[in-house]
């Protein structure tokens, strides 16, 4: 009897120690599982910050469009180089006087005219809608990035990423009319950042 005892004494012992083991764990579960995200591989996101600097990102430059196009000597090397890059667009588009319109419009006469308008061509609602004049400016943002600066552009192409490849392109864009569009004047000189203050002279003993 007494054995009988013994052995239900420890087989109760074993049950509440493995009950409590178990009891423990739910309450961890319980603590802790706020803390976890809900979808493995869960990234949080990070606020972008200032720059490693410590302050903030400078803003480009804008392209000196009088200087770098007002170059006579250096033009016409600067059109030829923008010719070449065509090469990539010529899939879509036409650059001749009065050619057919492609996937996209036909190019020729393009800086000045507004955007969305070339005859025949079924542009996006958005283009359309965008209605600006292709300056300068306006065609280098736009083949920076055409999807981002005109959002829902039916051209579907990743950009021209380089700037000094966009300023060839828009240089041979340019040529490509009776009579081109004017340069701007260059943009002014920036000024000279002022001299560091001079150093303390040492003081006399």
């Not at 120690?17 to 949080?44: R, T």
């Not at 392209?63 to 250096?74: F, S």
């Not at 579907?156 to 990423?161: D, I, N, T, Y």
Request: aromatic share 6%; with cysteine; glycine share 14%.
């Amino acid at each position: 009897m007494s054995g009988n005892l013994r052995n239900n004494m420890i087989a109760g012992a074993t049950l509440a120690s493995i009950l409590g083991v178990l009891g423990l764990g739910v309450v961890g579960d319980g603590l802790f599982a706020s803390h976890y995200p809900e979808k493995p591989g869960y990234a949080p996101e990070v606020a972008e910050g200032p720059s490693a600097g410590g302050g903030e990102a400078a803003a480009p430059k804008p392209i000196d469009w009088g200087l770098l196009l007002g170059d006579a000597a250096a033009l016409p090397g600067l059109v030829a180089q923008g010719e070449k890059i065509t090469a990539q667009c010529k899939s879509c588009h036409t650059f001749d006087s009065g050619g057919a319109n492609g996937t996209g419009p036909n190019l020729y006469g393009v800086v000045g005219r507004g955007a969305g308008t070339h005859a025949g061509f079924a542009y996006s609602e958005p283009m359309v809608a965008h209605a600006a004049p292709w300056s300068y400016d306006e065609l280098s943002n736009f083949l920076k990035a055409p999807n981002s600066y005109v959002r829902g552009t039916k051209m579907a192409f990743a950009g021209v990423k380089k700037e000094s490849d966009r300023v060839a392109l828009i240089a041979y864009l340019r040529s490509l009319a009776p009579s081109p569009a004017a340069i701007p004047a260059p943009l002014p000189a920036e000024a000279p950042a002022e001299d560091a203050a001079p150093a303390a002279e040492p003081q006399k003993s």
